[in-house]
């Protein structure tokens, strides 16, 4: 929506804000509400000009302010002492007393017509950039300043804003509740725009602990699911030998499997206390491993008396006249203190990890969250009328208004590229996809000759297993897949014997150690049969296979019910044979995307660990090259680097690897470098790129005179751009714009490359495109060239017949980041997060080897050169 200016002093100022207790305590918590509750009494109980300028500006919740009004200062700065009113009293006590410090910030004037000068489009618009960031940030906190006070605000960005009300429940313990996302940001019209969209996202259930916690767990009754989500998470096993979850009761105790559970979606959470009345919020730091009866502290004695020692318990009735009624369950810690289960409130908007989500709650979020085109725009024009920014007063005062329409822009559709299998077969895609039914793959592996299955399943027999091995090896050989052991050694395992996921090791190992005796080679591949879709069991599978053998070994994972049922068996075994070619080495199509011969395309991501207490585990950074000028198979390269790190630390050597492993391959290094980026916000793009491209140039130099061109892009999928056919003739099926749509006016840059393309069709809900940036092109691309050729390209992923929303060389790398996810950060990982013992302690990193993956992957050559994470 367009976003215009009236016609008033578009000069801003802008001023730095500190906020600190009066007397300071070691490393004192200032979240942003309370930062906000502080910022509120300051302004109600400020007066004359010092009111009108707080009351006239936008605060973000941290550390600046912008305003249309000047503040006075005295000395160069404005300080103010608040006595912050909790549970209704104004303290006394200056350790309960804050102080405000307002100073003029580097850059201390704020030009809102920037953004406007920089949406022009002319030759000049460049020039403007800074200022115009500037002015972006002080918009946007503009914009949130009203909904701040009506909705809850989630996210560091500040861009997203939930209600409870139209809220839906979900599957253990979660709750999903819905909002909007609103950025303002620049065009290329003339004027800055606001992305305004609908916004989704999943919260523990609000309640008492004692009622949430059996939830979470699956101890209520209802049915289980297992943890984890598309990003990886840990949890306890969900059906085959772990049987149903039994009937609801009230919660007594907790089983240590259960605490720890708990401790790894709860870290953090905020909570009230129902013991005594209090308006003060706490935090998790965790739940204790003993119960409330068991933990005893020495009290110091008063008037005289001795000290003694006491229990939890036997506290709250001394001091709160309240008896511990579950007295076998543990107390949650907070700071230094701690409280039994029952007294603790979880308050509303706790958010779940999406990485913590389990499968159940994911499928009940798309029923709800997958609105058609149409109903998506209706409900972006509802938020639109109901936030009624033409009424608000500080969007007045600032000149700002905004538009009752969306933006118009042009739009082209591009051609969808012949798909080529075995046998020079071309098949034409349509809407997106293509069916592989009666073709061969375009290029064999290795034949499939060690390997073995496991059926996890007590259910799923050895009969069922023979049966299904029959069936899929015939399938291998229709897509031409070499298979020359068609008789696989079965076995059959309980993979919960002895703990949780205890049991996975020994079946893997035995399964691997029996393909081994058969072929007399190393496995190349183990087929794991599961109960259900249990996320936690797959990842056990997944982590065991990379990290807990003699060396790693590729695993493929199967459903049970799937390998059971005659329903949809072929269209299930096509889907897995496409995994399984990858995974020895095959090709499974190919297009033709006319990248030169003597040019490498390498795709890289970056994935940081969950933003939970205690120190912080590293950071996950993944590049994936092809191996030759075909551009066609890659091969990865895994790295550890300091946590919440986005520009990736080891990029140098990463790099040279891969030129060596092209030259190898091919004959000669890569003349041309085609690099697809992933996962790197706007704010970041030029420290990426000066890093990254560097650490390029470097390892090209460490070759005699070798100076390949690069053309670096970075891919972007974490925005709120969305389009809307203007006419029904523009429209799918499904009401979405066709495959291969793209946009590259109007709400592009002026001064960059870029370009919004959906290459996939969309299958459920409303499509979202993949912005592009190029942020260089020693290459030379036209953007037609590389806007076909990056459409073409994402008909190319080796394990799906149809297209993809992401150019699969970065798509490979954000998937391998996250299945490391799960290996780096599952709770047993020597990289796991370490929880925090103090309040207010400083961040820490934890320890690690950069090379642990590496190292690894060294050990299994044969592993590291085939497409394991399909």
């Not at 209520?220 to 772990?242: E, I, K, M, Q, T």
């Not at 058609?372 to 033409?390: E, G, N, S, T, V």
Request: aromatic fraction near 8%.
């Amino acid at each position: 929506m367009h976003v215009s200016r009236a016609d008033t002093d578009p000069k801003h100022s802008h001023y730095d804000v500190e906020i600190n207790p009066l007397v300071k305590g070691k490393d004192a918590k200032k979240p942003r509400p309370l930062l906000q509750k502080i910022w509120d009494q300051a302004v109600n109980e400020a007066q004359g000009e010092v009111k009108a300028a707080l009351a006239a500006g936008a605060y973000d919740q941290q550390k600046s302010l912008y305003t249309p009004k000047e503040v006075p200062l005295e000395g160069g700065k404005l300080e103010i002492v608040i006595g912050l009113i909790e549970d209704g009293i104004v303290p006394t006590d200056d350790k309960r007393r804050w102080k405000i410090v307002i100073k003029p910030a580097d850059h201390t004037q704020i030009d809102l017509d920037a953004v406007d000068k920089y949406s022009g489009g002319d030759k000049q618009a460049a020039k403007y950039g800074d200022a115009m960031l500037r002015g972006i940030g002080a918009v946007n906190v503009l914009f949130r300043q009203d909904p701040a006070q009506k909705y809850h605000m989630a996210g560091a960005a500040g861009r997203k804003f939930f209600s409870e009300q139209n809220s839906s429940l979900l599957p253990s313990g979660g709750v999903l509740y819905q909002g909007f996302q609103q950025s303002y940001r620049y065009t290329s019209t003339g004027t800055g725009g606001l992305q305004l969209d609908t916004a989704y996202s999943a919260f523990f259930q609000p309640g008492l602990l004692v009622e949430v916690a059996p939830r979470i767990l699956g101890l209520d009754g209802a049915p289980g699911g297992g943890r984890g989500g598309a990003r990886g998470g840990r949890g306890g096993p969900r059906g085959g030998f772990g049987g149903a979850p039994g009937p609801a009761r009230p919660l007594q105790e907790l089983t240590p499997i259960n605490v720890h559970k708990l401790n790894g979606l709860l870290r953090g959470a905020k909570f009230t206390v129902t013991h005594r009345k209090t308006e003060r919020i706490f935090s998790i730091i965790k739940l204790t491993t003993q119960p409330s009866e068991n933990i005893k502290f020495t009290l110091n004695g008063k008037d005289g008396k001795p000290d003694r020692t006491v229990s939890v318990a036997q506290y709250f009735a001394e001091q709160y006249n309240v008896k511990v009624t579950r007295p076998r369950l543990p107390c949650v810690q907070y700071g230094k203190n701690y409280i039994p289960m029952e007294f603790v409130k979880l308050l509303p908007y706790n958010s779940i990890p999406f990485a913590r989500q389990t499968s159940d709650q994911t499928a009940e979020m798309i029923k709800v969250t997958a609105k058609p085109p149409q109903q998506r725009r209706d409900a972006i024009m509802a938020w639109r009328q109901k936030l009624d920014y033409d009424s608000l007063p500080k969007l007045k005062a600032w000149g700002v208004q905004v538009a009752k329409e969306m933006l118009t822009v042009q739009a082209r559709v591009l051609n969808a590229p012949s798909v080529l299998y075995g046998g020079n077969k071309n098949l034409r895609a349509a809407f997106g996809s293509w069916n592989m039914k009666g073709v061969k793959f375009t290029k064999p592996g290795k034949p499939l000759e060690s390997w073995a299955v496991v059926s996890l399943d007590q259910r799923c027999t050895i009969q069922d297993c023979q049966e299904f091995v029959r069936t899929f090896t015939g399938h291998l050989s229709s897509y031409g897949v070499p298979v020359k052991t068609t008789q696989p050694p079965i076995s059959h395992a309980n993979p919960h014997a002895g703990g949780n996921n205890f049991g996975v090791k020994n079946a893997l190992s035995t399964a691997a150690k029996s393909a081994y005796m058969i072929a007399k080679k190393d496995p190349q591949l183990i087929l794991v049969i599961l109960p259900s879709r249990d996320t936690a069991l797959y990842e056990s599978i997944k982590t065991c296979a990379t990290e807990g053998l003699h060396k790693p070994v590729v695993t493929q994972c199967l459903q049970s019910a799937k390998i059971k049922s005659p329903r949809g068996l072929d269209q299930y075994c096509g889907n897995v044979a496409m995994k399984v070619q990858a995974k020895v080495g095959g090709l499974t199509h190919q297009v033709d995307h006319k990248i030169d011969k003597t040019t490498m395309m390498i795709g890289a991501d970056v994935t940081h660990p969950p933003a939970k207490g205690g120190s912080i585990p590293p950071s996950i950074a993944v590049s994936v090259a092809a191996v030759d000028g075909n551009n066609n198979k890659f091969k990865p390269a895994l790295r550890l680097q300091g946590g919440r790190v986005e520009i990736i630390q080891d990029f140098e050597n990463m790099i040279t690897d891969h030129i060596k492993t092209f030259e190898k391959n091919s004959g000669a290094k890569p003349q041309g470098i085609l690099f697809f980026r992933d996962g790197v916000s706007e704010g970041q793009y030029s420290h990426c790129l000066d890093y990254e491209l560097r650490a390029i140039k470097t390892a090209a130099s460490k070759f005699p005179n070798y100076k390949p061109k690069v053309t670096f892009v970075i891919c972007g999928k974490r925005h709120a751009m969305r389009f809307f056919a203007t006419s029904d003739q523009d429209r799918d099926r499904t009401g979405n714009l066709p495959p291969g749509t793209v946009v590259d006016k109007g709400v592009t840059s002026p001064a960059l490359f870029d370009f919004y393309l959906q290459a996939h069709a969309g299958l459920q809900g409303t499509a979202k495109p993949t912005h592009y940036v190029v942020v260089a092109d020693e290459i030379g691309y036209s953007a037609d060239k590389l806007q076909n050729l990056v459409n073409v390209l994402c008909y190319s992923y080796a394990r799906a017949t149809r297209s993809v929303s992401l150019v699969p060389v970065a798509y490979y790398a954000d998937l391998i980041a996250e299945k490391a996810r799960a290996w780096i950060y599952n709770d047993d990982s020597e990289t796991a997060t370490v929880p925090s013992t103090t309040s207010g302690s400083k961040v820490q990193l934890a320890d690690f080897d950069a090379y642990r993956i590496a190292k690894r992957f060294a050990s299994a050559p044969e592993f590291e050169n085939v497409a394991w994470y399909m």
